[in-house]
């Protein structure tokens, strides 16, 4: 399983868009790219997926360069209520694949 | 979007009892389900890989005596706790993987609150 490396945490304004990037430098051909949302004391909130190039959906997108060994989860327009922690996953997609956490990156939204 | 749910939300209990929590996938099947737990201000931590019909996997440093899985449908993975002690109060929290080729995020429960006295 491919490690990710992220920023431990992170200040906004409301209104600011907001770009987590996570490297993954030993990413392998099979590996998708995941982001999850976690509040206080909630199971974690799938965001978004992607392999390469970008993706957008209702809430964020993300962006993957060509070499794929970081990306960039982009919120934009955040609100207090994006305050949270941001897990970047990386993973083979069969039927159910293995997920490691890493220490994910606290997101802290300010009025 | 899939819903996973988890009973009970929150449980508190005396040193030396055992405590279930169940994992159920409403409105899909889940051939893999995994539990994981999480200590304050910390990140998950996977516990186990739970397949339908076979034993559950384990990592390493969790004891599987202690921490007892069965998942016997596609909807339903039990977590039991087994002679819990204070440390083991925490935070666990199920998933399920559609098991989708493409897509294959995982849904995640919403965690049960585990405190042992």
């Known amino acids: 399983l491919a490690k990710t490396t992220q920023p431990i945490s992170m200040d906004s304004y409301e209104g600011q868009e907001v770009n987590i990037t996570c490297s993954h430098n030993n990413i392998a051909t099979n590996d998708y790219i995941t982001w999850y949302q976690q509040f206080p004391s909630q199971g974690p909130r799938f965001i978004i997926q992607?392999?390469?190039t970008k993706v957008t959906n209702e809430v964020a997108s993300l962006f993957i360069p060509a070499d794929r060994k970081s990306s960039t989860l982009s919120l934009p327009r955040v609100s207090l209520s994006d305050t949270a922690v941001y897990y970047c996953l990386v993973g083979e997609l069969t039927g159910g694949f293995k997920t490691i956490f890493g220490a994910g990156t606290r997101l802290f939204v300010k009025a | 979007g899939a819903v996973v749910s988890q009973h009970p939300s929150w449980v508190i209990c005396k040193s030396g009892t055992s405590v279930k929590i169940e994992c159920r996938s409403l409105d899909f099947q889940a051939t893999t389900m995994f539990w994981y737990r999480q200590f304050p201000k910390q990140s998950l931590m996977l516990m186990a890989t739970s397949n339908e019909g076979s034993k559950a996997t384990y990592e390493q440093g969790v004891e599987k005596d202690k921490f007892l899985i069965n998942h016997a449908s596609l909807t339903l993975s039990t977590l039991t706790v087994t002679s819990a002690h204070p440390e083991d109060s925490s935070f666990y929290i199920c998933?399920?993987?559609?098991?989708?080729?493409?897509?294959?995020?995982?849904?995640f429960g919403p965690g049960t609150r585990l405190t042992v006295l």
């Open positions: 998933s399920a993987g559609t098991g989708r080729r493409v897509g294959n995020e995982q849904f």
């Open positions: 992607g392999y390469k």
